[in-house]
């Protein structure tokens, strides 16, 4: 389907803008009446990457020439609106939205940024012509990639619906998408569990009485001891600490500078603050919460790794009986 004049000089204008370095292309967008500047951002938002040819066609075209601020050319939904940004400044806002709301609006907009791996799994084996529909739809090197990933028969078929394809019905458009968005969406947007790996293992021996527990690691230490080690690391973690015993919490909190604490603390739960304050003595309690307010704002990073030197601390504890994690009842264990 040819473009019309009007559709062809937004596309190179887009083109250009692309293959400016941004402040040059927000500029020239700027000077754009604001029904262009959403058609060329528009534009932007559908092109990926332009072959050197044709952006040299274009740049010639336009200058006469290659200009110095030439760049490769590079579109999408976020280099337009970095442009919209730039060339409207604090106006940018409603064409910001525009520009967003059409293109959610486009047909098959959901595959905008689908690899086409991903929709050729889906429309394999769907009609030639359906197939046809989608790959004028999504973005040319998409398209690109799902006809390769076609039988050579049904690439032949395909091609040919493309280059005689005309006006087609919105509701024909409309029924497609529908239904193969809803057939991406039970498999591609659903949130997925892992369903094994360490957490997992982590999860299940958490739960199974101790003589269990240490049998499996024992056995797995043999063979694997950098995996038995990641699996204790998320079998207690920091939080965990406030399920020791009171004895148990004195006891570590010998081995743990007060330094630690307070930064260990700073992203902690006030349920674990408090059981470890109880267990301090008053002025050493308020020692503490000075050096917590000293802190500031800390990263994030930092905290969980004081926090890990200190689960290790734990385990090391219970390794050498100085301390006994609770059982899996939240109760410590006991033998006649």
Known sequence: ???????????????????????????????????????????????DDIPGQVQEEVIEEFFGGQPSSLIHACGGLEKAKALVKKALGKDAADMLAILQQTIESLPFGFLQKTDAQDILSF???????????????????????????????????????VAKMGQTSPEAIADIERALEFRMSMVMHQSFQKSGGVPAVAEILNVTDRA??????????????????????????????????????????????????????????????????????????????????????????DVEGVQQKIVDIVRSLEESGQLARPGNDGEEEFVA
């Open 212 to 301: 269990t527990e240490r049998m499996v690691l024992e056995n797995l230490s043999k063979d694997s001891p950098e995996l038995v080690e990641e699996i204790r690391r998320l079998m207690f973690v920091f939080e965990d600490i406030q399920k020791l015993a009171d004895k148990d919490i004195q006891t570590l909190l010998k081995n743990v500078e007060t330094s630690q604490w307070a930064m260990a603390l700073k992203g902690s739960s006030q349920t674990l603050q408090d059981k470890i304050m109880k267990n301090m003595s008053q002025r050493a309690s308020e020692i503490l919460k000075e050096e917590i307010g000293f802190l500031g704002r800390v990263k994030l990073s």
């Open 123 to 161: 429309i394999m084996d769907e009609h030639p012509q359906t197939i046809a529909v989608v790959i004028c739809h999504v973005p040319p090197a998409t398209g690109a990639g799902i006809l390769n990933g076609l039988p050579q028969q049904k690439q032949l078929a395909v091609i040919q619906r």
């Open 1 to 47: 389907m040819s473009m019309s004049m009007v559709e062809e000089g937004i596309h190179k204008s887009a083109i250009l803008l692309m293959a400016l370095e941004e402040d040059d292309a927000a500029a020239l967008l700027a000077r754009l009446p604001p029904k262009y500047v959403e058609a060329v951002s528009l534009a932007i938002a559908q092109i």
